[in-house]
């Protein structure tokens, strides 16, 4: 799997997927209600235009409405209830704020993950709680084979303490955005940290799937697709 492939150092591309301050933008981290929401007038149906009034013969709420338990998505949550079905229990960890991060949680949550952003500058973090998912200054220690954890900026100083510290627990997947074309620089810090080069190897890079990605959206499915395509063992193209 590949991930987006421009030349990290070269192409302003870079900044624009991890963003100039490493912060989450408003464009990255929140949906607008033009690309990502249905507006009221497009996705509800008006009581004068979508019901059948009393006299004509109006469906009952038991009769015409779907229940909660029968599938109903949660206004607080955005998710799915249990009852509708998820299919398995799964942790999205986005390490570092960036634009990139904000876009991934937001998609991951659509696809059933429960999303947790790391980032272990606390200015950061403040800003960064404005996107509604739990921030957490280091890598929580209880992570099982249900988590995936995606560092989504290789220039930031705390890389190597950050996926040191995520090698050393039990999750799933462990992956870092970068160009195929260079050495990652976290091959050198977690080497410096003393970490043996077979949990070096086990960092995924480059990331996601070869969709051409290079705007933090097109990223952020490339990344996730690569995800679902990883857990469900399967190439993630246009073979079946």
């Not at 709680?129 to 099982?144: E, H, I, R, S, Y």
């Not at 999750?171 to 970068?178: D, E, H, T």
Request: hydrophobic share 45%; charged share 15%.
């Amino acid at each position: 799997m590949t991930e987006h492939t421009h030349h990290h150092d070269e192409d302003p591309a870079c900044a624009v997927a991890h963003g100039a301050a490493g912060s989450v933008s408003p464009a990255a981290g929140s949906v607008s209600p033009a690309a990502g929401s249905v507006s009221p007038a497009a996705g509800s149906v008006s009581p004068p235009a979508g019901s059948v009034s009393p006299a004509a013969g109006s469906v009952s709420p038991a009769a015409g409405s779907v229940s909660p338990a029968a599938g109903s998505v949660s206004p607080a949550a955005g998710s799915v209830s249990p009852a509708a079905g998820a299919a398995e229990e799964r942790t999205l960890v986005a390490v570092f704020a960036s634009p990139v991060a904000g876009y991934l949680l937001r998609y991951a949550a659509d696809a059933g993950y429960r999303g947790l952003l790391l980032e272990p500058d606390e200015a950061r973090a403040a800003g960064a709680a404005a996107l509604g998912f739990p921030v957490l200054t280091v890598a929580p220690d209880d992570l099982d084979d249900s988590a995936d954890v995606v560092v989504t900026d290789h220039h930031r100083s705390e890389l190597g303490v950050i996926l040191r510290d995520a090698l050393a627990t039990k999750a799933r997947w462990i992956g870092l955005m970068g160009n195929p074309r260079h050495v990652g620089p976290h091959v050198q810090m977690l080497t410096e940290l003393g970490v043996p080069e077979a949990d070096i190897a086990r960092v995924h890079r480059p990331i996601g799937l070869n969709i051409g990605s290079r705007t933090p959206p097109e990223i952020a499915v490339s990344t996730l697709a690569g995800l679902l395509a990883d857990r469900n063992g399967r190439p993630g193209g246009f073979d079946f």
